[in-house]
């Protein structure tokens, strides 16, 4: 059976279907995103993210096109207004479809843009970066060396964020602790980020794991519950140091209540490794041998 490709129309009937469902700007500009991804058009569109006369559909798919195009981009970065939807609908723009040098290059626009975005529009923004994240369809841009060099001094925390979720795992300690380390705030999405950027580096290289456990009392201080990565606490290949585990065993009101079950978990096997097997015993003491 051939595969209908879906017009331009179909794409603003959805959307029309998703108004009427009561979708806000929010979620309508991730919809039309993920629209967009369908269409490969012929022609080059070129409409400004705010142009209000052009449907959803057709600006984002707009952005798609241009996105990784400076003088386009520059346009939008110039020329966009305090509208929330409009913000929005430029930063998932980016995260979508932006490239490596994209991101390096207009990271000052990005970092103002993240920092002047209105608190709701974040959470939003986070909260649905979050979720394609746990589906695994976020994609990785590779950040080298060599653009490091090119970043600025300072960024913004919530664009660190983001980027510590786009990178591989090596990449990610690096941003947090030139961007991170230092963060003292209270925002969630934040501090998963840099807690466990260096927490999962931690599990490799026990090196990292003071530093670790001090971020995770100061997140939990701020009432942020960090939690271990599963595929780290039930995998084979890594083990939580007695020492660490000790630690925050000895202070229990420090620790999330999930940390502390792994770290009492871990005391509990080492203990266990040290208590011989009845069977053993039995054998040793000739329980079940007449002599």
Known sequence: MKRLKPTIQDGKNLLNYSVLSGGDGSNLNAIAIQISDLFECELNISYSLKDSKQSLICRAISAKQNINNPEWLSEQFSAYDNAPENIDLLLRSIVKWGETETFIKFANNLSATFDTTPTEVWDAFANS????????????????????EELPEILSSR?????????????KLQIRNRYLANYNGTDHFILEAEISSITNAAWSN?????????????????????????SRVYSDDFELPLIIAQEICANSDCFPVDILSVAESAILAD??????PVGKVASDNYWFTER
């Open 206 to 230: 026990p090196d990292y794991w003071p530093l670790a456990l001090k971020s995770i009392r100061e997140g939990y201080s701020r009432s942020f519950a960090y939690n271990f990565d599963p």
């Open 271 to 276: 203990i266990g490794k040290s208590v011989a």
């Open 159 to 171: 664009f660190a964020s983001i980027l510590i979720q786009m990178v591989n795992d090596d990449t």
């Open 129 to 148: 970066f979050g979720y394609h994240n746990f589906l695994e369809e976020s994609k990785i841009i590779e950040i080298q060396s060599t653009h490091f």
